[in-house]
């Protein structure tokens, strides 16, 4: 079945810390995608990152990077020297042709990044 | 490009009372889908719409409906409200073809439903 899972509630760190995120996935197909989204105390849902799971190559934006492993079934997100303004929670979401390309999120992480 | 409207954001309604949702989807993107956010559930997908035709469905009861119009914008409605229907319904939207792949979608800010 297809199944999203990030296993950390809540995490807190202080500014200028790393911290990292964890998402392992479920599906039965080879094809399918992968994405983080960001939601800030508004509510609105911010897109990060989409992949593919033919795409194993790390991606890093800025303060951001991302660690595919299709061995492991993980796409987890590392945000690097945090800052107050990372506190949000972060979805991770799998989309695949077997539940018709619909997304379906893990429960979510929430991140306090303290001053 | 403007981002994805939602309207309102804010709604206070009573038990048995019906509601009715916006969203304006990103322009030029033709298909919309519809989430409930609680926190007991978390995120949960209601519905997508293309070209005006629902194309999936998640596992809501009949009351929650929604359709599509021309100009690609969408309407989602709950009927016979109940207690549990207080959550944050976001709208998405997405240049996703019918048949294709998936592409990333762009969530409004949604819409905060109250039901007392």
């Known amino acids: 079945a297809q199944k999203v899972t990030q296993a950390q509630t809540e995490i807190s760190v202080v500014e200028k810390e790393d911290v990292t995120l964890d998402c392992v996935y479920e599906?039965?197909?080879?094809?399918?995608?992968l994405f983080w989204y960001k939601q800030p105390p508004s509510g609105e849902l911010v897109f990060l990152i989409r992949?593919?799971?033919?795409?194993?190559q790390n991606e890093i934006s800025g303060r951001y990077s991302w660690n595919f492993q299709k061995s492991t079934s993980s796409f987890n997100f590392t945000i690097t020297a945090s800052q107050v303004v990372d506190s949000a929670v972060y979805f991770c979401?799998?989309?695949?042709?077997?539940?018709?390309?619909?997304?379906?999120f893990g429960a979510g992480t929430r991140l306090t990044v303290k001053p | 490009k403007a981002g994805v409207t939602q309207t309102p954001r804010y709604l206070i309604k009573t038990r048995g009372q019906q509601v009715t949702l916006s969203c304006s989807p990103i322009?030029?993107?033709?298909?919309v889908s519809w989430y409930q956010q609680t926190p007991g559930q978390g995120l949960q997908f209601l519905f997508e719409y293309f070209s005006e035709t629902q194309r999936n469905k998640g596992n809501f009861p009949g009351r929650f409906s929604g359709r599509q119009f021309s100009n690609s914008r969408s309407e989602m409605n709950v009927s016979t409200l109940e207690l549990g229907d207080s959550a944050l319904y976001l709208c998405a939207s997405s240049s996703r073809v019918s048949g294709g792949v998936t592409d990333t979608q762009y969530f409004g800010p949604g819409t905060r439903l109250t039901v007392l």
């Open positions: 322009s030029g993107h033709r298909s």
């Open positions: 992949r593919n799971s033919f795409d194993e």
């Open positions: 599906t039965r197909d080879t094809t399918y995608y």
């Open positions: 979401a799998l989309s695949d042709p077997g539940n018709n390309n619909d997304m379906r």
